[in-house]
């Protein structure tokens, strides 16, 4: 520790030569790295979005039960305790007709005088249930098995397409989570191939003085970790600006998606990608030193 | 200090490069190895520097023994040792301190003590007022006084210096030779190679290793 501490000037020195050296190659590789971490960044939040709103959404999630009309009371309370009886069914409520009618015209607004052409109230009295979003498939299906129950209402068909727009960005996530560590390795591991070519005298120099390996390895090793974790770190930066800005235009677009707030997830994502981007920086500049070594 | 037995040097090509010989070469010694280019002189200076190993034999480097590929050990005779290179492998933009504080930052030692060694070396080789020019400044000759400061400075047992006069008009040479001679008074061993005999003329005492095509005649003079 105290030869690195000893040694902080010299290899600060070291650090910023190598990367004079192949300037040109070090700052496209610096915005590569940058883009790079932005596309993850941007596929990472869509895929926390995407899975908050899932969230929110299935948590409001109720399942309408109808019923044969003119039930006696006993048939009622039976019905009633059925459906309480099904595996993940968390409450239920019963809705008058009355109330139907009531919550219709405040979905309705200022469309509700279509309503006034009915001359009775044109809604039944209904069951709703709360329930376990993962057990709604065999909820319905028992649903659809009790006795008196006449139709069943759960929005299968939105929630079925919203889970598998979910199970496609979490796919996009993986791809591009993938191919992100593969392009930083190889970039990374390039750039360090690069300044050890460059600076092939100096190594064997070094070398032929009985330097230490972990002497002459450490400024491009650290090169790797600096190049890669700025690059995360600007992207993060360029990230926190954007969702911002899109958090904003986003909000009250699409009435039945609430907005989220992204404040939290942006930090949590920033240092995240600086934390891989990091350890990513350690393993392709170990990896690239390796590559050289091995044909010396 | 080296003892050499029964050692021959061969490159995986077939080339023969040194045929087999025997020599020891003792603590504090003056040891020039002559001979035209081609003749093994840097391929014995290679043996001893730990960049290659006896195809047979028994070599022995500072009581340890060369003979395969161990990076830790080499690296430990290294750091003993004080190599001169005839094109002087300096660090191009940095100061003359720099780059003899280079050849000690990683030895276990203060960073003043470092810089005092340095410094005194610098000065030895009498290049006292130039501490802080970069290296790309100075001449030739002056290039080569740096070398050997870095290869002084930290007290190795050893100096291997190659063909430190090549590049150098005769009178630098000669003053290049006197210095590097001069360490042996601090019972420091001293290896020189040079193709120019004519230099060495006036060096009486010493070992005297005269190479030709991989063969070597070995003379001590006292």
């Given at each position: 520790m105290s030869k690195f501490i000893k040694n902080g000037g010299y290899f600060f020195r070291e650090i910023k030569t190598i990367f004079m050296l192949n300037k040109t190659s070090s700052i496209l590789s610096l915005v590569s790295l940058t883009m790079i971490f932005f596309i993850l960044m941007l596929t990472v939040s869509g895929w926390w979005m995407s899975n908050t709103w899932m969230g929110l959404i299935s948590d409001e999630a109720e399942i309408s039960v109808y019923y044969v009309s003119g039930l006696n009371p006993y048939a009622f309370d039976e019905l009633q305790e059925?459906?309480?009886?099904?595996?993940?069914?968390?409450?239920?409520?019963?809705?008058?007709?009355?109330?139907?009618?009531?919550?219709?015209?405040?979905?309705?607004?200022?469309?509700?005088?279509?309503?006034?052409?009915?001359?009775?109230?044109p809604f039944d009295p209904y069951f709703e249930l709360s329930f376990d979003f993962e057990n709604r498939l065999n909820i319905v299906k028992e649903l659809n098995e009790t006795k008196n129950v006449s139709f069943v209402r759960d929005n299968q068909d939105v929630l079925d397409q919203l889970e598998n727009i979910i199970d496609f960005i979490e796919i996009i996530g993986i791809v591009v989570g993938l191919s992100v560590s593969i392009s930083t390795f190889i970039i990374t591991s390039h750039i360090i191939r690069e300044g050890i070519h460059s600076n092939r005298e100096h190594i064997r120099t070094l070398r032929l003085l009985g330097a230490p390996t972990w002497f002459i390895n450490f400024p491009f090793v650290t090169e790797g970790i600096l190049i890669t974790g700025f690059s995360a770190f600007v992207s993060g930066?360029?990230?926190?600006?954007?969702?911002?800005?899109?958090?904003?235009?986003?909000?009250?677009?699409?009435?039945?998606?609430?907005?989220?707030?992204?404040?939290?997830?942006?930090?949590?994502?920033?240092?995240?990608?600086?934390?891989?981007?990091?350890?990513?920086?350690?393993i392709s500049s170990a990896f690239g030193l390796k590559l050289v070594s091995k044909k010396k | 200090m080296i003892v050499a037995k029964k050692v021959g040097l061969s490159y995986p090509d077939g080339t023969e490069a040194l045929k087999t010989f025997d020599f020891h070469i003792e603590k504090g010694e003056l040891v020039f190895i002559t001979g035209p280019s081609g003749s093994g002189k840097t391929s014995l200076l290679k043996l001893i520097l730990g960049m290659e190993f006896p195809t047979h034999g028994s070599f022995e480097v500072l009581g340890e023994s060369i003979q395969s590929d161990?990076?830790?050990?080499?690296?430990?005779?290294?750091?003993?040792?004080?190599?001169?290179?005839?094109?002087?492998?300096?660090?191009?933009?940095?100061?003359?301190?720099?780059?003899?504080?280079?050849?000690?930052?990683?030895?276990?030692l203060p960073l003043h003590t470092i810089k005092n060694y340095a410094i005194q070396s610098i000065e030895r080789v009498g290049l006292g007022h130039k501490l802080k020019h970069t290296v790309d400044r100075l001449s030739w000759g002056e290039c080569q006084r740096v070398s050997i400061a870095r290869a002084v400075a930290r007290k190795p047992v050893l100096i291997i210096a190659d063909e430190p006069t090549g590049n150098l008009d005769k009178e630098n040479a000669i003053n290049i030779l006197e210095l590097l001679t001069s360490f042996t008074d601090t019972d420091t061993t001293v290896i020189i190679t040079t193709h120019a005999t004519h230099l060495i003329e006036d060096f009486h005492n010493g070992v005297f290793i005269k190479m030709n095509a991989g063969d070597m005649q070995i003379e001590r003079r006292i």
């Open positions: 059925d459906i309480e009886k099904i595996d993940g069914v968390n409450g239920l409520s019963h809705i008058e007709a009355s109330e139907a009618y009531d919550d219709m015209e405040k979905i309705l607004g200022g469309d509700a005088k279509v309503l006034e052409s009915f001359t009775e109230n930066l360029i990230f926190t600006i954007f969702s911002g800005r899109l958090s904003n235009a986003f909000e009250g677009t699409v009435q039945f998606l609430p907005a989220l707030d992204m404040s939290s997830m942006t930090l949590v994502l920033w240092v995240s990608v600086t934390a891989l981007a990091l350890l990513l920086g350690m | 161990n990076t830790e050990k080499i690296q430990m005779i290294r750091r003993s040792m004080g190599p001169v290179f005839q094109e002087f492998r300096l660090l191009e933009g940095r100061t003359v301190l720099e780059n003899v504080m280079l050849g000690m930052r990683f030895l276990d």
